[in-house]
């Protein structure tokens, strides 16, 4: 019955990627976390390979050239305007995953969904949504200061974002940059002209701890966290996929950001089953 067998050892393999799927993950240490509790970041070094981190600096400069052909890219926020003398650029794209597989097998690595799962706090891990941007050379925009809480509040803060590195990015390539322990002070008021930020004299970009980061690591923070980057100025490209994510338990704050990959799930289950019908009374 050599069928049956085959059947047998496929749904035990398929039961334990279940039952691994929604474990208590532990790819981080507990001083890593106690890190992130205190600081509202965490760099995790080397989460994927160079190598891997090539291929998808590949895939997404080739998803760049299909949308912009020719062109260098859009601005960016116009209140980046403030922070550069000389005009910037930005590619980006939202929601990669729907244009490219490699990113979807991408957002769903265990590598990379087990630290998402730790830092936030829950085995349920669940998109909000995708960005893709490279930073061109010599001029690729800067982001103020501001937390992204604005954006797309929710009431118990469960939302993060994961900055995964494709190639370097040293602080002369613009890198991001963090105000520790700023998750810790709520919700600051922000000026949404040009794209929400935080005043520029009360939060300079120049005095928020740089984060610099190499091919494959994956720099997590809080939405509260206040966060911005500079200028690319050098002569190769910044290549990064923000992924958005929140425990699935969490609710939206105001009915906003509906961006079409939201509520799939990255790790485990909706214990609330209400995918993307959470929408308030
Ligand atoms: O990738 C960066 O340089 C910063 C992006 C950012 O702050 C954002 O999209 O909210």
């Known amino acids: 019955m050599p069928l049956a067998l085959d059947n047998d050892i496929l749904w035990l393999s398929q039961l334990r990627k279940i039952l691994m799927s ?71 794209c939202h929601d990669v995953q729907f244009y490219d597989a490699a990113f979807s097998r991408l957002i769903v690595d265990e590598r990379f969904t087990d630290a998402a799962a730790q830092i936030i706090g829950s085995n349920n891990v669940q998109l909000h949504h995708t960005k893709m941007f490279v930073k061109p050379p010599e001029n690729g925009a800067p982001f103020p200061m501001h937390q992204d809480t604005p954006y797309f509040p929710h009431d118990n803060h469960s939302m993060i974002a994961a900055i995964i590195h494709f190639d370097d990015a040293p602080l002369e390539k613009g890198c991001v940059r963090v105000v520790p322990g700023s998750h810790k002070g709520g919700l600051l008021e922000h000026n949404p002209q040009g794209g929400h930020h935080l005043s520029f004299d009360e939060y300079p970009l120049d005095e928020a701890t740089p984060c610099p980061a190499e091919a494959g690591d994956a720099l997590f923070f809080s939405y509260l966290t206040i966060h911005g980057s500079g200028v690319n100025e050098s002569d190769q490209a910044r290549t990064t996929l923000l992924v958005q994510m929140r425990d699935p338990e969490d609710t939206p704050s105001i009915d906003t950001h509906n961006s079409r990959g939201q509520s799939m ?15 308030m009374d």
């Open 22 to 92: 929604t474990s208590t993950p532990s790819l981080l240490s507990d001083e890593q976390i106690a890190f992130y509790h205190e600081n509202g970041y965490l760099l995790v070094k080397g989460l994927f390979s160079r190598d891997e981190a090539a291929r998808y600096r590949q895939a997404g400069h080739d998803l760049m050239k299909r949308i912009y052909g020719q062109s260098q890219g859009g601005g960016g926020w116009g209140s980046g305007k403030a922070l550069s003398e000389k005009e910037t650029v930005l590619q980006h």
């Open 265 to 279: 799930m990255l790790r485990g289950i909706d214990p609330t089953s209400r995918g993307m019908n959470w929408k």
